[in-house]
């Protein structure tokens, strides 16, 4: 061996306390602490971080900082104080890319200190802060179980455009595009394609981008978000859809406690079963809003109070904080929706979890006539609807289905305060960078 | 029970001969055969298709025909001679949904007689064929394939903004939007952000559309597409990007033989394994293909009928017909590749298969001073990517990645002459409908 041949990479988490031989790690300072004889890194990488013991005489006249980005080649020794049980002697220590020494936090800071803008605008140094990453990897967790659970329950994954010709619900909050010579929109939800793919496939699930051009500076509102969308056909009713929403939630937090428990332990989070969670119907639930806290200004929707004040009255009935509210009035929602009884109500739901509605579903009117008569009740063009209207006309089964917003539901689970922090590159009526 | 109670509805996919008492099927009317004694109903739902028999004189004055979805009731009787061993002796047969009767084509059609114009057209009646079903049956598999070979090797799945500023390489060819009061563009590809997202988590993929204002219409190019992107810190050069990319490939055709079988066998498709593919230098390529071909109009880049040739080459020394060309000319490649050797080529290289890219992919830059030089040398202003570069001052990995035209690959896997009929709503320079 000569003395730039070295062994291949490999990642700390396939470190064992009985590896023997030489080993080359490479991976992000994440501490680093110089003694006159000896100087402690700790190393990380996407696997996992160990602790590299170094000669600090060996280092002489290599500036190594934290955030830098090294190669670190030596030998495990067992050490049952380390973690993992082991740690490294460095016999060499080579930087591969310096870090600017005066970066405004690092990895290792204490980032509750930091506000949102600074943490947006460092986007990139923020997320090497644990409980940054930590939100990431329970997103990137919510996104395969969600998928997960729906292949095993026969749906299709779909993949629709996201450039459409004109709204799903009737032109308002659209961002609008140039396409080559003619206008063109961002599509503020999958639903007509999803429809029109229960058709082909009965049960499909997309996970995409939706826009939303709302002026909102919320916490609670972003312009382009992540939306997890389901839709199947053959239902009896829109509980089918809500039951169905109560095991994929309860199926992705048991997911997310065996892949993520770390990371949920670090703030404290457990999660609960949400098979319990009930269903209120959306008159009771303002009927409860002004017996528990004498509210009487809601008639249409709820507001964010209402949201919270239900999931606490939930929480103490139920133990979960969480509620699925049906029966929206129909005029408060879109045009498609099942009407439920006579007295203008919806086969619609939303589901608030924790104060907040992270999840917005429904069953879907079936027939061409029944479409027709809600587009004119509503005084819109059944014209412009064409091309959806003639679905209907192929042998539509009768079908709904719901969608739950990531980013939001990330927040959730995880108690941001802000669903901003759920988004890695978050948009606004303000941001557009980075 | 009474006569409107019944059991639950069933998946066709979850019957066995052995089934005893009464079942609730729903689906589609894939095929009707009624003759005067017995009607024959092949039923369609997620799961599969069973046949159904039922009394010619218990559908009197029911109008059932192809395309309707309906609810069967019945038993299941077995008989070696169906399709799993079984049939459904049906007491009631249930419209659902009717379909009208005059439906330019059926799930059961032969499509290959059908125009693409035609087929998009009337895209929730085409998918029902079984041939397009496995279309995005495959398309959908090899997007889980991608994800769980990567998740298995610590990548982290990520969720950018495709709502951006400025473009990644240097503003041709973007879609502009109306973002509030400003202007915003589509973004081209998920690179600055994978990039940061590798100084954070080291190893990321995405899964997500991209937007290219290019006024094509050729039957290898949209305007929107899927694109499976990869990116990972702490690489030796692009041959480990290009060995990683063998081992994915394999390992998402192993999936869809298991998962996708029937399909693949469907269309005489049978996958490589695709471990032995060769890497050829560019310069390597344009010599064979003048040996082989006379060729000597190609020079810093391929084309299609290049493309070809080259995978035909391909096969006939490797028995694949594919190959990684590397070393394409810096001058053709973005400016943030980093260059092969000091002869003005690039770690840059294209995945052929089957006569057409289906991956771009290189080592890029990592140092600020690098990126300062490959900017000024080609005139491009430094302060316009700003915050991209002040990311390599927080310590960024030798780094690089490819990108998978999930559409291309989709189409390439299952021999479709045209990328159209791999994308469930193709977005080219003249269609935004449906």
């Known amino acids: 061996m000569t003395s730039n041949a070295r062994p291949p990479r490999m990642l700390i988490g396939q470190l064992a306390p009985t590896c023997s031989g030489e080993v080359t790690l490479r991976g992000w300072v994440f501490r680093i602490r110089q003694l006159a004889k000896t100087t402690f890194i700790i190393l990380r990488d996407c696997s996992g971080t160990a602790q590299c013991v170094v000669a600090t005489e060996a280092l002489r006249g290599v500036d190594i900082g ?3 980005t090294v190669e670190v080649r030596g030998t495990i020794i067992q050490d049952a104080r380390a973690p993992g049980g082991f740690e490294v002697l460095a016999s060499a220590v080579i930087v591969l890319g310096a870090a600017n020494r005066s970066l405004p936090f690092h990895a290792n800071s204490d980032l509750s200190q930091v506000g949102i803008d600074a943490i947006l605008e460092h986007r990139p140094l923020a997320l090497r802060s644990e409980l940054a990453t930590d939100v990431f990897r329970v997103q990137a967790a919510i996104l395969a179980e969600f998928r997960a659970f729906l292949a095993r329950r026969h749906f299709t994954e779909i993949v629709t455009s996201k ?7 009737g032109g308002t909050n659209l961002f609008e595009l140039k396409y080559f010579d003619r206008a063109a929109y961002l599509a503020q939800s999958p639903q007509f394609y999803k429809e029109q793919c229960v058709a082909a496939f009965e049960r499909v699930f997309e996970t995409g981008h939706v826009y939303r051009a709302e002026p909102h500076a919320s916490s609670r509102h972003l312009t382009e978000y992540c939306s997890l969308d389901l839709e199947l056909g053959f239902i009896d009713g829109p509980e089918e859809i ?23 332990s670090r703030r404290g989070v457990t999660l609960p079963s949400m098979l319990k969670v009930p269903t209120w119907e959306f008159q009771e639930c303002l009927e409860r809003l002004k017996l528990a806290h004498g509210r009487s200004d809601l008639y249409d929707d709820l507001d964010p109070e209402g949201e919270r004040q239900l999931c606490a009255l939930a929480e103490q009935e139920t133990g979960v904080p969480a509620v699925f509210v049906i029966g929206f009035p129909l005029s408060a929602r879109p045009f498609y929706s099942m009407p439920r009884g006579t007295a203008g109500a919806a ?23 029944s479409l027709e008569a809600a587009l004119a009740a509503r005084r819109l063009d059944p014209l412009s609807f064409g091309p959806h209207l003639t679905m209907f006309e192929l042998g539509m089964p009768p079908h709904g289905g719901l969608a739950i917003g990531l980013e939001r539901l990330t927040a959730q689970v995880l108690g941001l305060a802000n669903v901003r922090e759920a988004s890695l590159y978050p948009r606004d009526r303000y941001r557009i960078v980075p």
Chains 1, 2 share one sequence.
């Open 66 to 68: 934290v955030e830098d």
């Open 163 to 169: 450039i459409v010709a004109s709204g799903t619900e």
């Open 242 to 264: 809500i039951q169905l929403e109560r095991e994929l939630l309860t199926s992705i937090f048991e997911g997310l406690s065996l892949s993520c428990g770390s990371a949920l």
């Open 347 to 369: 086969q619609s739901f939303d589901l608030l979890f924790r104060g907040l509605e992270v999840t917005t579903g429904g069953q879907r009117l079936h027939t061409r006539s």
